[in-house]
């Protein structure tokens, strides 16, 4: 088993005045294709004017991440950083970062995208936001 942190943003789409948006990250132990044991769940709500960039994303991800105390290398989808090479995505972390790869990370990051889904999905709710 090894520690991973998985994260997803929901909302990366303009709704009336601004993007809506809530970052999950899961910190969770794994083996090569299952979640052994769930650690933390950090959840954050981010509004925006305008649509969110590389920078912008890196910065709402390491802002999560920093609500996690336990170790282990970020993990997110490969479009998440609109493609970018995993060389410099790295570069722009604070921590250990790499794109999914086996089919527990995989995993971790549907179980953040459930997280952020459905926690943007109340907030919204709770807004009265359409």
């Known amino acids: 088993m090894f520690p991973i942190i998985a994260v997803d943003i929901s909302g990366r789409h303009r709704i ?3 993007y809506y948006m809530v970052c999950a990250a899961v910190a969770v132990d794994v083996s090569a294709s299952h979640i052994e044991s769930v650690s933390q769940i ?5 509004l925006t004017a305008s ?7 890196v ?6 991440v920093a609500e996690i105390k336990y170790p282990g290398t970020i993990i997110v989808e490969h479009g998440d950083l609109y493609n970018q090479p995993e060389w410099l ?14 089919l527990s990370e995989r995993l971790a990051i549907e179980f953040a ?5 459905s926690s943007r999905n109340l907030l919204m709710k709770e807004l009265a936001i359409d």
């Not at 995208?113 to 889904?117: A, E, F, G, M, N």
């Open 89 to 102: 995505s790295q570069k722009m972390f604070s921590r250990e970062f790499k794109y999914q790869e086996s």
């Open 59 to 64: 910065s709402i991800i390491e802002t999560t």
């Open 42 to 46: 950090a959840i954050k709500p981010f």
């Open 16 to 18: 009336g005045q601004g």
């Open 51 to 57: 649509p969110p960039g590389v920078a912008d994303v």
């Open 113 to 117: 995208h459930h997280v952020s889904l």
